[in-house]
């Protein structure tokens, strides 16, 4: 059960929960270095069950990437880490990302049905991408920005996009995932809204600094009231 669709979580002294987690419409990813109860608050808003990784550094949502079909794993992931997830996630795909590009989480925006990614990652990457995430891969920058992942946010159900975001992108951008989108920041102004919010369909976790006009245009984007 959801206990609280929207929560504000400071993780390891930072504003940025997106960076230590990722999230999917049935799983939340961290590492065993965050807190169980940090875990635990942020599985519950977003009524996902935790899965507990080992890999360090913490950055998980830096250097993983997932929707319900599969995760893209960076290179930089162990491969006792590697076998141990692919050991527990039996109903989605599990591979990892050969690239230079390894902050996979910076680098792709996803959710079920379309991922757009860095458009500096080359054609085996994308066809690598689409094979884990089972979705089209579209290459494309938003708001000037190739880290697509790290300034945006995408689910099931809505797109938020950075504030520096045209107005021929968005209208690009809602043509490509077939639904209206919100620009805004996040963290008092940040643009790197993507690691600031971790969320899905049914719940966000957004950095404490973010301003309740943030909040607002945050889940007014992604559907979540």
Do not use: W
């Not at 049935?26 to 270095?33: G, L, N, P, Q, V």
Request: charged share 20%; with cysteine; aromatic share 6%.
């Amino acid at each position: 059960m959801v206990e609280m669709p929207v929560v504000k979580c400071i993780i390891r002294g930072s504003s940025y929960p997106g960076a230590y987690v990722s999230a999917t419409e049935k799983y939340s990813f961290a590492s065993s270095e965050i807190p169980g109860s940090t875990r635990e608050i942020i599985a519950n808003a977003l009524n996902v069950k935790p899965i507990t990784m080992q890999f360090s550094p913490s950055l998980i949502g830096i250097y993983c990437k997932a929707n319900s079909n599969g995760i893209v794993l960076s290179n930089q992931m162990p491969e006792k880490a590697f076998a141990a997830l692919k050991e527990q996630l039996k109903d989605i795909n599990v591979g990892v990302l050969e690239s230079n590009l390894n902050a996979v989480g910076n680098n792709i925006l996803t959710n079920d049905k379309i991922a757009i990614v860095n458009p500096d990652y080359s054609q085996r990457s994308t066809s690598r991408i689409s094979d884990i995430l089972g979705v089209e891969v579209i290459k494309s920058k938003i708001g000037g920005f190739k880290t697509v992942g790290s300034s945006n946010i995408l689910t099931n159900k809505g797109l938020a996009i950075n504030n520096r975001a045209t107005d021929s992108e968005k209208e690009h951008l809602e043509g490509l995932v077939g639904f209206s989108s919100e620009r805004t920041t996040a963290n008092t102004g940040a643009l790197s809204i993507g690691l600031s919010v971790v969320c899905n369909s049914y719940g966000i976790a957004v950095g404490p600094e973010t301003t309740g006009f943030e909040l607002a245009r945050i889940m007014q984007a992604i559907d979540i009231s």
